[in-house]
């Protein structure tokens, strides 16, 4: 625990002056991605690493965007069906003894972070669509707020449709072959859909909204099944800091570009 609360210090001390980027770093201080070899790390528990840095670029572009904070790092190189629960169990506690104390001290540093700090970051998201940015970035805010139930009610809806779009503009069917829309697990579960996305993204979609190993918080909030209690959980944050991180920087599709160019068009 000591060393999560020097890691939040050292957080609190770098965020520097734009609610936007502080926003962004946030995002980026838990990452679920394939261990590079050479990059620096230090190792924190079983495949949980500390990185000196966090990255927000991509590729050749990465150097730009380098931010000499500190960092989580899950190999997502180590995780597949059977180590689900592992992955929701690692994620939640930096979530509950790091993320939310990092959110904290944003919080404490500007106080009023309005609507129009999310429409920025979500207007620069390849994984929104035009026509839904607006209501993204309301999911966002609403968690900012700490009404974290609300936000997720907005924001995984649009997940799915992202999700449902992908498979079109890659002309992978939808639907079951009486013509009636697949579930969103089975619809993960396809060897086609799983070929879209990148390993890490794949893997925690499927955690967080679908299945009998993971939250399964899609059909949870479909049909009403969250308690008053439940919504207070920490997996309502995750849920939403997943789609903070989502629309900074998460590659999403398994492409050399990363480009979501024919998604948007068919979720549009």
Same mark, same amino acid.
């Given at each position: ?6 890691? =939040? ?16 770093? +946030? ?58 629960? @592992? @992955? ?21 540093? @500007?106080?009023?972070?309005? !609507? ?11 994984? =929104? ?15 900012? +707020? ?11 809806? #649009? ?24 579930? #969103? ?31 399964? +918080? ?27 991180? !989502? =629309? =900074? ?20």
């Amino acid at each position: 625990m000591d060393r999560c609360m020097n890691l =939040v210090k050292k957080f609190a001390y770098g965020i520097g002056l734009d609610a936007s980027q502080a926003l962004a770093m +946030l995002a980026m201080s838990y990452q679920v991605r394939p261990m590079i070899d050479t990059e620096p790390h230090e190792k924190f528990d079983d495949d949980l690493f500390v990185i000196p840095d966090i990255c927000m670029g991509r590729g050749n572009d990465a150097e730009e965007y380098r931010v000499a904070l500190p960092g989580y790092l899950l190999d997502a190189s180590k995780l597949d069906e059977s180590r689900v629960d @592992y @992955y929701l169990q690692v994620s939640l506690r930096v979530a509950s003894t790091y993320l939310v104390h990092l959110k904290a001290n944003i919080d404490l540093r @500007y106080n009023n972070v309005g !609507m129009e700090y999310f429409d920025f970051l979500v207007s620069k998201a390849s994984c =929104v669509s035009q026509n839904y940015k607006k209501q993204f970035a309301k999911g966002l805010y609403y968690g900012y +707020l700490c009404d974290y139930h609300t936000a997720c009610c907005l924001i995984v809806p #649009l997940i799915e449709q992202f999700v449902r779009g992908l498979c079109v503009a890659n002309k992978i069917s939808i639907e079951d072959r009486n013509g009636l829309p697949l579930g #969103l697990g089975k619809l993960l579960n396809k060897d086609d859909t799983k070929e879209l996305f990148s390993k890490g993204a794949y893997f925690e979609i499927k955690a967080l909204l679908t299945g009998k190993k993971g939250l399964n +918080l899609r059909n949870l909030l479909a049909h009403g099944a969250i308690t008053d209690k439940d919504s207070d959980g920490i997996e309502f944050f995750y849920m939403w800091w997943f789609a903070l991180r !989502m =629309v =900074v920087n998460l590659r999403m599709v398994n492409r050399g570009d990363g480009s979501l160019s024919e998604a948007e068009h068919s979720i549009a």
